[in-house]
Structure formats: structure tokens, C-alpha cells
């Protein structure tokens, strides 16, 4: 998540950015296709975003940008994540202590997961500060 907040004397805007895009299609003569298509936005979004950035910052020099959660929100998720994650891999330990292999297989595959989707999320949210010349390499698609 990329934000962009701005706070001059009683005020707050933040915006949140996403690029997804859908196509429905519907073939006139080819029933055997999907009527469901996907298009790639890597360019055109990144593009936007550095646009979008170059102005804001020359409109307000001011400004302040964010990425990710709030940290009063992230850390926790963190420390929660570290538990989880310990706490299955001593589910593992004890299962195979216990000759149970199949249940140690079950959780040790469900415990890679885990690891996969949330450190890409817990990566992506991550707190901070950026500047508009210096967007976050592992939030932006290649150019």
C-alpha cells in the first residue's frame, strides 16, 4: 500500500492507491474462450504514480509521504506472526517426536504457507517515510 499524506494546519488527506484491471469479453463465435481477461497495468500505473508524486511534491515541497499500516497496527501483526510461526514449528517438533508423520506433514505444509503469504504481506505494509524522487522499489512495479 503506498499513501500520500499531506497535513498542512488543521487538516489530513491521505490517499490509497491500487491497480487492478478487468476486462469482460464476450467471443461472438469462439464459445470454448473465457469471457474473463486480464491486462497487465505494471507500466502505465508506474508511470502514473511517479507523475503523480513529481506534482504533488512541486504543488506542496511540504508534503509527507507514507507507506504501509500504522505502526501502532504493524508491530503487533509482527509479533503475532513470530508466535504463530513458533508456535506451529514446536507443533512440528512434537508431532514428529510423536511418530506422526502425516500431522507433521499436514502442519509443516500449512506452516509454509503461512510463512509465504504473510512475510509478503508483513514486506509490503511495513511502515515508513519516502520521498517523492525515491518511491519504495518493492511496493512499485518495474518500469
Not at 43 to 64: G, M, Q, T
Not at 67 to 74: A, H, M, S, T, V
Not at 86 to 113: K, P, S
Request: hydrophobic share 45%.
Amino acid at each position: 500500500m503506498i499513501g500520500v499524506s499531506a497535513s498542512p494546519p488543521g487538516t489530513s488527506h491521505t490517499a490509497i492507491f491500487a491497480a487492478y484491471a478487468c476486462r469482460i469479453d464476450q467471443p461472438a463465435r469462439n464459445r470454448t474462450a473465457s469471457i474473463l481477461t486480464y491486462g497487465r497495468l505494471d507500466r502505465a500505473y508506474s508511470v502514473f504514480v511517479r507523475e503523480l508524486h513529481r506534482r504533488i511534491s512541486n504543488a506542496a515541497p511540504l508534503i509527507r509521504f507514507e507507506q504501509g499500516y500504522r505502526p501502532l497496527l504493524y508491530w503487533p501483526s509482527l509479533v503475532a506472526f513470530v508466535a504463530i510461526a513458533l508456535g506451529l514449528a514446536a507443533l512440528v517438533v512434537r508431532a514428529l517426536q510423536a511418530d506422526a508423520y502425516g500431522g507433521a506433514a499436514f502442519i509443516c505444509a500449512f506452516l509454509a504457507l503461512y510463512l509465504w503469504h504473510s512475510t509478503n504481506f508483513l514486506r509490503r505494509n511495513r511502515p515508513g517515510v519516502y520521498g517523492h524522487d525515491a518511491l519504495p522499489k518493492d511496493l512499485m512495479p518495474k518500469p
